[in-house]
């Protein structure tokens, strides 16, 4: 599957993305404090929102409210306040959901000729439409399959491609399309700015 990369420079792409970050450094505070709390080595968070789901406590160290560790994960135990600290830790709106629903990109493709005829779920089970950025300031992008390459490689296979998948257009109001190398290089340049010298008081 190919990929498309979409430098983003305004339009709702950009509301996304900043909120995204916004959500997201709240979550991680939250997880932090509560992984802080327990006095925890690791932590494990939900794909999808980031929210904190389990903890790996040093040995002989596990809190009674949570279940015995498996695979080094331990839970909270159901009807403790544990339970339901970790439940409040609702999590960021998962970056695949939120482009993919706000720009109506097909998750489906379907194909067939005269001798067969399928679909399939583009990039399934993957999350497939991520943020790209180097910090909260930016630079920002997003990446999403290339539905244009997809079809035109089914066409290219002798199948009539059906819609919405067969006339979806790669164009995002407020983005510009990168290459793979374009954004590697910007976002090099902008990982690579030297912070300033830091001197004591």
Not at 67 to 74: A, E, F, L, Q
Request: glycine residues 8%; negative net charge; proline residues 5%.
């Amino acid at each position: 599957m190919e990929f498309a990369i979409f430098l983003i420079e305004g339009g709702p792409a950009l509301e996304l993305v900043r909120q995204h970050i916004a959500d997201l450094t709240v979550v991680r505070d939250q997880n932090r404090e509560l992984a802080t709390e327990l006095g925890v080595r690791h932590i494990w968070t939900h794909r999808d929102t980031g929210a904190i789901v389990a903890v790996d406590f040093e040995r002989n160290a596990r809190h009674p409210d949570f279940t015995v560790p498996r695979k080094s994960r331990s839970h909270p135990k159901k009807g403790t306040s544990w339970e339901q600290r970790f439940a409040a830790v609702k999590g960021y709106r998962c970056p695949d959901k939120a482009i993919g629903e706000t720009f109506n990109i097909p998750r489906v493709l379907g194909y067939g000729n005269e001798g067969s005829c399928g679909s399939r779920i583009i990039g399934y089970p993957l999350s497939v439409f991520d943020f790209l950025y180097v910090g909260e300031n930016g630079p920002f992008a997003m990446s999403v399959p290339d539905i244009e390459a997809e079809v035109r490689a089914e066409e290219a296979r002798g199948m009539v491609v059906s819609e919405p998948a067969k006339s979806f257009r790669m164009e995002f109001d407020g983005c510009r399309r990168l290459s793979e190398a374009e954004w590697d290089g910007l976002f090099a340049r902008h990982a690579s700015y030297e912070q300033p010298e830091q001197k004591a008081a």
